[in-house]
């Protein structure tokens, strides 16, 4: 008797061993199906440039780096670090 008992045990301990394992995998897969959804936000920005005079363009980047001629691009900005 005390042989069947103990067989019986080792059974259900097995089997809540494969629950348990079973139900972690069953979890993981959820997790990641869910995380692999993204969530899409609209966003809307404005902005308002008025140009006046040509200084209004060159000014504020000559600071930050030097105006060349190139070709037959005419003027272009070159940055002083990249």
Request: hydrophobic share 45%; proline share 4%; aromatic share 8%.
């Given at each position: 008797?005390?042989?069947?008992?103990?067989?019986?045990?080792?059974?259900?301990?097995?089997?809540?061993?494969?629950?348990s394992?079973?139900?972690?995998?069953?979890?993981?897969?959820?997790?990641?199906?869910?995380?692999?959804?993204?969530?899409?936000?609209e966003?809307?920005?404005?902005?308002?440039?008025?140009?006046?005079?040509?200084?209004?363009?060159?000014?504020?980047?000559?600071?930050?780096?030097?105006?060349?001629?190139?070709?037959?691009?005419?003027?272009?900005?070159?940055?002083?670090?990249?």
């Open positions: 008797m005390k042989a069947a008992n103990r067989r019986k045990e080792i059974t259900m301990n097995r089997t809540k061993s494969l629950a394992k079973l139900g972690f995998v069953l979890g993981a897969a959820l997790l990641g199906m869910l995380s692999g959804h993204s969530t899409c936000a966003v809307s920005v404005e902005v308002g440039v008025a140009i006046h005079a040509e200084s209004d363009f060159y000014e504020p980047l000559t600071p930050l780096g030097d105006w060349v001629v190139v070709g037959s691009y005419g003027r272009c900005w070159r940055p002083a670090r990249m």
